[in-house]
């Protein structure tokens, strides 16, 4: 089955800076990586997703790059602030004619220190 | 739209015990997944739901069982429950041909 590794556990940084979280996958399949966000006690939100016919996506302080031959992807914040703190999942997903199954990276406990 | 709901909120439960959880999805959307994410872990996929099917699932027992009705809503089932089935049960959504899900708040289960 899938097998995603994300690095780092944790990860702190100063209001303003950039910080990079980074996942590999196993399964050459998988075909749709989304990001999610996870502040304490709610449910994971959606921050930006990239398909795997696309090498890099932007949505204003937020990238995802996507490197379908090592089989890694990479989210980028930028000016980050006070609220970007929370945890953050990758997760890369296969399809099997609509039925897909989504495998999570362990997350990464991102610090903005204002 | 309120969104993916789901009850109840929290749950506890002794070991031996079977639970039952409940999801509605998102309006307009048919397809259901159930996760398991254990503290300071990410979601585990348990299974997928589909026109009232099971179309996929992940590496998870057979005490954990599901069901999707016509209006789309799902339960999760859990019989038999172990100490280490003390989680937050996530229940997500989409339409079958998108690829975008939305979380519920999740069922907090404790197992005593």
């Known amino acids: 089955g899938e097998n995603v590794e994300q690095h780092p556990s944790t990860l702190s940084v100063q209001e303003g800076d950039s910080a990079v979280i980074k996942c590999t996958y196993s399964d050459s399949a998988s075909n749709y990586f989304p990001w999610y966000k996870q502040e304490l006690g709610k449910r994971p939100q959606l921050i930006i997703d990239?398909?795997?016919?696309?090498g890099e996506k932007k949505d204003q302080r937020i990238a995802v790059t996507l490197n379908k031959t090592a089989k890694h992807f990479s989210l980028h914040i930028t000016e980050t602030q006070p609220e970007d703190s929370a945890v953050y999942f990758c997760a890369a997903t296969t399809d099997s004619g609509g039925y897909q199954k989504v495998t999570f990276g362990t997350g990464t406990k991102l610090q903005v220190i204002p | 739209d309120a969104g993916v709901t789901q009850s109840p909120t929290h749950l506890i439960k002794t070991r031996g015990q079977q639970v039952t959880l409940r999801c509605s999805p998102k309006s307009g959307h048919d397809t259901v997944s159930w996760y398991q994410q254990a503290l300071g872990q990410g979601p585990q996929f348990i299974f997928q739901y589909y026109e009232e099917e099971e179309r996929q699932r992940g590496n998870f027992p057979d005490r954990f069982s599901g069901h999707q009705y016509p209006n789309y809503s799902s339960e999760l089932n859990v019989n038999a429950l172990l100490l280490g089935d003390s989680a937050l049960y996530l229940c997500?959504?989409?339409?079958?041909?998108?690829?975008?899900?939305?979380f519920g708040p999740g069922t907090r289960l404790t197992v005593l």
């Open positions: 990239i398909r795997s016919n696309v």
């Open positions: 997500a959504s989409r339409t079958f041909d998108g690829n975008e899900q939305f």
